[in-house]
Nanobody, 120 residues
């Protein structure tokens, strides 16, 4: 079955860095775009970054551009989110997501999330 397992979250001071990882299995990783979302307390889940199946194109939310970088390793079925210059407002649970088109209707698959807390 489809599995997405995030790791790498934690507590970091403002201005610090973290690297999130997402291990994918149960589908053909190299043919699917991947994305990272986040959900802060009391807020809706929002798209942070996305990457095409080859990694040739990426897309970012405006408030994370130049600070966060999404990348992938198709040989390892991994997608990453390098987070630099972190701000308190980056505090959220970060989720890895894939949309699969296995039937007439596409379906989103999510990981369990990893907590990122930016605080001094």
């Amino acid at each position: 079955q489809v599995q997405l397992v995030e790791s790498g979250g934690g507590l970091v001071q403002p201005g610090g860095s973290l690297r999130l990882s997402c291990a994918a299995s149960g589908f053909t990783f190299s043919t699917n775009a991947m994305s990272w979302y986040r959900q802060a307390p009391g807020k809706e889940r929002e798209l942070v970054a996305a990457i095409t199946n080859t990694g040739g194109s990426t897309n970012y939310a405006d408030d994370v551009k130049d600070r966060l970088t999404i990348s992938r390793d198709n040989g390892k079925n991994m997608v990453y989110l390098q987070m630099n210059s972190l701000k308190p407002e980056d505090t959220a649970v970060y989720y890895c997501k894939v949309k699969l088109y296995r039937s007439v209707f596409p379906r989103d698959y999510w990981g369990q999330g990893t907590q990122v807390t930016v605080s001094s």
